[in-house]
């Protein structure tokens, strides 16, 4: 099939800790268990690294969902657990002023043998983008409903 | 340590050199090409900006396939590397020694994932695995243009190893390190060496006396200059990095004297279940497991002792721990933790709820209080029939067998229970000649030089064999009252195409399978993984097998997964010689992805301080510039564990973690989220 005959699809950013998520996702890989082909996993060291700007430049980019998948309370780093909540929760406040659904920004701890974690995380974020489509459909209408009104 | 803030007033770089990415998308011998359209991928790279040259191969990771990257860097002026291949934990250490050895720093090269994250997850949607790999491919471009040449932090090392654990794999560890002139520490948790070598009384293939093995080790090892040895202790905590750790070892009193240890031994009364003999005896809490031990005085079994005194000579004794707490510095710690005994659960094959109903271990320590001569009982009846039932715990099946309390279930092999089942039948037949033998087997795994002897002489001696399958093992129950014997093993017997058959038998013994030791507070602290199986995990199976990814610690013996004797020795031997190795030249080299301060950027609001929770990371200095004085961030590289807390707190943007920055993940991004039809439209 050519690949414009095909519907495009959503994708979704994995942003996974080197010492947890992204480990979980070779373990993923061995045991050959497939998932969904719009994931796109970036390895960090810990995502305590990004700012909430981060993760809207990203959504207004047009990426749809992103799943932090870090090591929470088993981090090598003092500040993951308690830093990484921290930051997802100051980013759900600026996702709700942009209109965008908190729901594509997801915070999931997954070790380096968490499998079936890591499977349940993303068919979930992938059923739930079904649902939701995509995110610039989701920035743009308010914008095009506020330029309307006006 | 240089502080990892460039001075403000040097002046800037000139000319910003011609960015080259070579991208290599690798076949991975079809791993990878049987799902990923490589040549596509490659095809749409190539068509990227910067991209100098864009190839595909059966296989980078060959000596061939490295020559043709090294080769590109020399004539084509690459300098830039991007590899698609199976996961950065495999061979990007490979990748960055091609790139080094021809003349590239090793910094200026990135590893894609492309095989445990694409081909081998996406096997039924080939062209969504091709459209990822392409993206990820241009994200790896993405981030290569902007990295920077780095060079590792190197640091002292303490020519001082730690070893934990005094198990025969811990013995010799110790022993071998030790030779290399380099000073160890041995912490075993229990008050005596030997681990569970210690508990058996004959070892295959050579029939050798292993208390008597261990004698001798255990003679090299205190003989031996520069080994100090901590019983009854454990490491309680953990700082540092490799070169450098810090270590507090809480090490319990003995708790008697040796001019008392007669006296309050022969007094004491309170007793307990011999773990020694696998709770089939009791023991006094004031102990040695058994004659010969090291050390030979006795110890308190403080997790058992009531605390109530002891009447001796009129006197009445109160035992107290009187715990000491050492402070050690260590380069490298060897982690030999060994392996517990599976412990069936409740009702497994009738384990707990049948007397008649115990583990291999039990046998062989029963079998060790039989005197030669006399008849092997249990329960005080002579034992006439006996089954032995392989893999319990080892090989289970998801869905078949009851998960355990992690949820999971043992899916491994356990490889020296075949052999110890056969070894252990063959003493049986030797020294109970009329006792009537059945192992009950799914396959006879006997894959160690010796052993398939073992196995051929165990069939010549009249020891019958039962073939059934994992999803239709044996049950076990008791026998109708009045039956000769006191308990039946049912099993369909695939030697003889699936005939039902009834055992009955005095004793069903379990060859339980290994399970790792629950060292859960040594995982936390030293932040080190476990593999799906639970063991300790290595960094690669093949190129770095006794080393953790967390660089230092390095593991021996059946902490990393079952091993019979001989393998843990090996295994032992290895971590030695990587201990050494990494510790001879009294410096270590680390990656140099710890944070890096812009100073143009910086204006000294701290509020990257404020959220570093590593101590001396990172701190304001007072710096002058044009003639005035400011305070800009700095950092200790050696300090800092490069999670990048400071990162996404700075409102400037003005400190990165080396070659994990910001505007890297932004441009990835990019790659990921465009709209690329041109691109991916590339002619198949």
Redesign the interface.
Known sequence: ????D?PK?P?I?ILATL?GGY?G??????????????????????P????PE?FL??FE???DAIIIMYSGT???????AD?TAS?VNRTYTLMKTRGIDIRRLRLAAIC??C?KPFLKEVNQMADLLKGIGFVKDEITAPAAAQAKGA | MPENTPNPESPAPVEPEEIRVGVYTCHCGGNISHVVQCERVAKMVGKLANVAVSRTDPSFCSDAGQAIIEQDIKELGINRVVIGACAPSLHEQTFRGAVTRAGLNPYLYHHVGLREQDSWVHASDEEGATEKAMRLMAAGVAKARLLDPLDPIRLGAEKQALVIGGGVAGLRAALDIARQGIRVTLVEKSPFLGGRMAQLESIFPTDEKPRQLLHDLIQAVTAQVGITIFTQAEVTGVSGYVGNFSIQVTQHARGVSPEMAEALTAACTQETPDPFNYSLTRRKVIYQPYPGCYPAAPAVDWQHYDGQPIQVNGKSIVLQDDALVHELIAGAIVLATGFDPYEPRQGEYGYGELSQVITLPQLIRHMALVKNGETLTWNGHPVRSAAIIHCVGSRELDGVHEPQADGQVNNYCSRVCCTASLHTALEMRQRFPRLNIYELYQDIRAYGRGHEEIYRHTQNAAVRFVRYHGDDGPKVIAAPKGDPYPVLVQVKDYLTYGEEIEIPVDLVVLAVGMMPRQVDDLVNMLKISRGADRFLLEAHPKLRPVEMAVRGIILAGTAQGPMNIQESLAAASAAAAKAASLLSLGKVELPPFVARVDPAKCNGNGACVTACLEEGAIALQTFVENGVEVQRAVVTPANCTGCGACVGACPNRAIDVQAWTLAQYDAMVDAIAMDWPELVEVEK
């Open positions: 099939m050519a690949h414009s095909k699809q994708k950013l010492a480990a996702a070779d373990a993923t890989g061995q045991v050959h268990l497939d998932y969904p082909a719009n994931t796109y996993i970036l390895p960090v060291m810990s305590v690294m990004f700012p981060f430049r990203a980019r047009g990426i088993d981090s090598p780093y003092k500040v993951e830093g930051l380096t043998v499998v």
